[in-house]
């Protein structure tokens, strides 16, 4: 059974940080592409950032220079480092794993960025 589950989410004040993490078990993760996407009200979905298995990353524009995707291969742990959260940064974020015809999500941990 594949399961990825997401932590660290929470209330952050504009400008600050949150790190999250997403644990995946029942998959060879370390052939995985693992992503973060989120989702904001009212709003698709949209990818924020992606790391392949040989380490090379992708982001939206939007989280450029903000977020850092990183992975942890030996612990099947991918990260996502949030600086200087904006109020537009206010979602519920997802882990996604992808490996050919594979796809997985995890179900989501909400980020509110707000005074």
């Known amino acids: 059974q594949v399961q990825l589950v997401e932590s660290g989410g929470g209330l952050v004040q504009p400008g600050g940080s949150l790190r999250l993490s997403c644990t995946a078990s029942g998959i060879i993760f370390g052939i995985y592409v693992m992503g973060w996407y989120r989702q904001a009200p009212g709003k698709q979905r949209e990818l924020v950032a992606t790391i392949e298995s040989g380490g090379s990353t992708n982001y939206a524009d939007s989280v450029k220079g903000r977020f850092t995707i990183s992975r942890d291969n030996a612990k099947n742990t991918v990260y996502l480092q949030m600086n200087s959260l904006k109020p537009e940064d206010t979602a519920v974020y997802y882990c996604?794993?992808?490996?050919?015809?594979?796809?997985?999500w995890g179900q989501g941990t909400q980020v509110t960025v707000s005074s």
């Open positions: 996604n794993g992808k490996f050919r015809s594979r796809e997985y």
